[in-house]
T-cell receptor, first 112, second 113 residues
């Protein structure tokens, strides 16, 4: 049990589909993050939310759309993805912006 | 651009051997430093961290790391590895001024029983 829960664990979607990834943390943290982990590449920070406000978008294509309705929940809305977007998407949270992150198990996304 | 370099992509050791994994970063300002571990089939979890103070920090499971500011390094060490240490290890750096975090590529450690 990590304290950060991601659903679904696995997702297969077509390029024309729309789907959403969900992340929930019960740690009382104020910052939440989306990362992308691809094979043979370092972990890529996609989005950062601090106190529900988006503070960082690392040049992520608009086909990825984050949403943070409250400090415990984070979503990643996906639409018209490409096969190269297939990866493990990790959600994380931290007490404050510069402190250690607690990661979820990830969603293994396959785009066909 | 801020970067983190982990020198070894794959390390293979026998049980009881000593371990040192290298980590160097490129940012010259104030940083917070981390090592994370990902055991097979499990989530990424914190091994140890450095924010300030004693540059030699101790983490879980007998791991330690030393921050050498002049070398921009934060190497991970363990005197005697066990088979259960088989995992992927990631070094991470946060630039505390910008709040920007960067991870290294990761090092896969395989410990042979």
């Amino acid at each position: 049990e990590t304290g950060v829960t991601q659903t679904p664990r696995h997702l297969v979607m077509g390029m024309t589909n729309k789907k959403s990834l969900k992340c929930e943390q019960h740690l009382g943290h104020n910052a939440m993050y989306w990362y992308k982990q691809s094979a043979k590449k370092p972990l890529e920070l996609m989005f950062v939310y601090n106190f529900k406000e988006q503070t960082e978008n690392n040049s992520v294509p608009s086909r990825f759309s984050p949403e943070c309705p409250n400090s415990s929940h984070l979503f990643l809305h996906l639409h018209t993805l490409q096969p190269e977007d297939s990866a493990l998407y990790l959600c994380a949270s931290s007490q404050r912006r510069n402190t250690e992150a607690f990661f979820g198990q990830g969603t293994r996304l396959t785009v066909v | 651009a801020q970067s983190v370099s982990q020198h070894n992509h794959h390390v293979i050791l026998s049980e009881a051997a000593s371990l040192e994994l290298g980590c160097n970063y490129s940012y010259g300002g104030t940083v917070n430093l981390f090592w994370y571990v990902q055991y097979p089939g499990q989530h990424l979890q914190l091994l140890l961290k450095y924010f300030s103070g004693d540059p030699l920090v101790k983490g879980i499971k007998g791991f330690e790391a030393e921050f050498i500011k002049s070398k921009f390094s934060f190497n991970l060490r363990k005197p005697s590895v066990q088979w259960s240490d088989t995992a992927e290890y990631f070094c991470a750096v946060i630039n505390t001024n910008a709040g920007k975090s960067t991870f290294g590529d990761g090092t896969t450690l395989t410990v042979k029983p």
